[in-house]
């Protein structure tokens, strides 16, 4: 992707603070009483929703006088590609899960943990609202572009630090999914956000990765909702 101009740059850990700044912003871009008590908001929130918690930590980056930027939201250069690329990468990857990775790992066929959207169309409406909403936006806002701005502040831009960042993400993103959706789901949780987290920490944008994972999700209620996962996972491995 092409590189952010001068307006969208990062800023490193010792960057000045904005001219506009107050002394409760600075305490909120710190790790003082003041964050972690944001920090327990967006904690709180994420317990409702993941979008709810993202709203949240927008809130904490605009009182904070943390540019969006900062969190990945950078403008592509053309949305038609990074919405139909989002698209084919997301559906791509999970195919690729659900035929191939899934099955080495022992996966069964059948996600037990939504069977019952099979063939059930009043739960159409909502469940994609949850997909776009919470996991697209919501998820990729708090567990990318949140916590990789927190940990890169703590920890530092280096390559070390970027790859513990990329493995400590993988891993909370991984213990979110181990309630609902089991062991099984929870490793298809963690190498997803190692991969969306390697492309974060490589491109530092949203935008593909909220698209891609959206993608992802919709497939994988697709896959559910036409009742053909047997097939799916049985692509390869008969």
């Given at each position: 992707?092409?590189?952010?101009d001068s307006?969208?740059?990062?800023?490193?850990?010792?960057?000045?603070?904005?001219p506009?700044?107050?002394?409760?912003?600075?305490?909120?871009?710190?790790?003082?009483?003041?964050?972690?008590?944001?920090?327990?908001?967006?904690?709180?929130?994420?317990?409702?929703s993941?979008g709810?918690?993202?709203?949240?930590?927008?809130?904490?980056?605009?009182?904070?006088?943390?540019?969006?930027?900062?969190?990945?939201?950078?403008?592509?250069?053309s949305?038609?590609?990074?919405?139909?690329?989002?698209?084919?990468?997301?559906?791509?990857f999970?195919?690729?899960?659900?035929?191939?990775v899934m099955?080495?790992?022992?996966?069964p066929?059948?996600?037990a943990?939504?069977?019952?959207?099979a063939?059930?169309?009043?739960?159409v409406?909502?469940?994609l609202?949850?997909?776009?909403?919470?996991a697209?936006?919501?998820e990729?806002?708090?567990?990318?572009?949140?916590?990789?701005?927190r940990?890169?502040?703590l920890?530092?831009?280096?390559?070390?630090?970027?790859?513990?960042?990329?493995?400590i993400?993988s891993?909370?993103?991984a213990?979110?999914?181990?309630?609902?959706?089991?062991?099984?789901?929870?490793e298809?949780?963690?190498?997803?956000?190692?991969?969306?987290g390697?492309m974060?920490?490589?491109?530092?944008r949203?935008?593909?990765?909220?698209?891609?994972?959206?993608?992802?999700?919709?497939?994988?209620?697709a896959?559910i909702?036409?009742?053909?996962?047997?097939?799916?996972a049985?692509w390869?491995f008969?």
């Amino acid at each position: 992707m092409p590189t952010p101009d001068s307006s969208t740059q990062l800023p490193g850990p010792g960057a000045p603070a904005p001219p506009e700044d107050d002394g409760l912003a600075a305490q909120l871009r710190g790790f003082g009483p003041a964050w972690w008590l944001s920090f327990v908001l967006v904690l709180a929130a994420a317990l409702v929703s993941p979008g709810l918690a993202a709203l949240v930590v927008l809130a904490w980056a605009h009182r904070s006088h943390t540019p969006w930027s900062d969190l990945g939201f950078v403008r592509p250069a053309s949305w038609t590609r990074t919405i139909l690329g989002g698209i084919a990468l997301g559906a791509a990857f999970k195919l690729l899960m659900k035929a191939l990775v899934m099955p080495l790992l022992g996966a069964p066929p059948i996600n037990a943990a939504f069977h019952d959207l099979a063939h059930e169309p009043r739960a159409v409406p909502g469940f994609l609202f949850l997909l776009l909403f919470g996991a697209g936006f919501g998820e990729e806002t708090l567990f990318r572009g949140y916590l990789f701005e927190r940990l890169g502040r703590l920890m530092g831009s280096g390559l070390p630090a970027r790859t513990a960042t990329v493995l400590i993400t993988s891993t909370l993103f991984a213990a979110a999914h181990i309630i609902t959706q089991g062991r099984y789901g929870a490793e298809q949780a963690f190498i997803t956000g190692a991969v969306f987290g390697t492309m974060f920490a490589a491109t530092r944008r949203l935008p593909l990765i909220m698209v891609a994972h959206a993608a992802f999700d919709v497939t994988a209620y697709a896959i559910i909702y036409f009742d053909v996962e047997t097939a799916v996972a049985h692509w390869i491995f008969r």
